[in-house]
């Protein structure tokens, strides 16, 4: 018997192993890119979410600098509120249901005026602890993989006017 050359079924079983190293690979690839997209999503919804608690913090600051009440300007936050801060625009959400934001890919800003719908929905609840203190919830929620997922920042603030 001379063997010159592959038979068919040692072409398919080579042709078969290859396959299934290729799968597995591509298989990995596909989770890594999951992976980073959820990754990505997660630092997007950490910088909604700090931002909102910075716009609030500002706010504060620039009212005790006015002589203003140090809340003020920030009703309606207890059920619920939205914040727009390119704009300088802070708003109740009717039913407690916040909507969209928007990217505007000409300024790369986050804001609820210009640009089209992001996932994200961001949500900002104030608790007043005592006269001089509150408890800001910054909630930043996007759908993903057809789960709704959330990210959180708690953080209280206090009258630096005394």
Not at 50 to 61: G, I, L, T
Not at 74 to 97: F, H, K, Q, R, T
């Amino acid at each position: 018997m001379n063997k010159n050359g592959f038979t068919l079924l040692e072409t398919l079983v080579a042709v078969s192993i290859l396959a299934l190293a290729l799968a597995g690979i591509l298989s990995l690839s596909s989770i890594g890119i999951h992976s980073s997209s959820n990754a990505a999503n997660q630092i997007k919804a950490f910088f909604l979410a700090s931002e909102a608690v910075e716009y609030v913090r500002n706010k504060r600051d620039n009212n005790i600098l006015a002589g203003s009440g140090w809340l003020s300007g920030l009703a309606g936050c207890e059920s619920g509120c939205y914040i727009d801060a390119p704009n300088d625009v802070i708003a109740a959400c009717a039913g407690g249901v916040c909507p969209k934001l928007k990217f505007n890919p000409a300024t790369n800003l986050y804001n609820h005026n210009s640009g089209n719908d992001s996932a994200f929905t961001r949500k900002l609840t104030i608790a007043q602890s005592a006269a001089y203190e509150i408890k800001l919830s910054a909630e930043v929620s996007w759908p993903q993989g057809g789960i709704t997922r959330t990210f959180t920042i708690e953080e209280r603030l206090f009258d630096l006017s005394f």
